[in-house]
């Protein structure tokens, strides 16, 4: 309840991604029915609520596959350049 308005959310983490069965039982065993439980929200949209703040490894899963691409894709041209630059092929 926030300023005697009452708001239901539905995210626990910050990411909205679903997990596994078992990481969600495990997930739902954390807050006990009727169990008295912190909520953090955004004081200016207070919709915008969840229970556990805070950034995971896993919210860097993306940032670290895309920088792998660029890593892999720079070193292919790296070695095309460079293979090319041997052969004397423009």
Do not use: C
């Amino acid at each position: 309840m926030v300023n005697g308005t009452t708001y239901i959310g539905r995210r626990i983490y910050f990411r909205d991604a679903s997990e596994l069965p078992e990481q969600a039982q495990t997930t739902v065993r954390s807050f006990p029915l009727n169990s008295h439980v912190a909520v953090y929200y955004r004081p200016e949209n207070p919709d915008d609520s969840l229970l556990k703040p805070g950034l995971y490894w896993y919210s860097f899963a993306w940032l670290g596959l895309a920088l792998m691409a660029v890593a892999i894709g720079g070193t292919g041209l790296f070695l095309l350049k460079k293979r090319k630059a041997v052969l004397g092929v423009a």
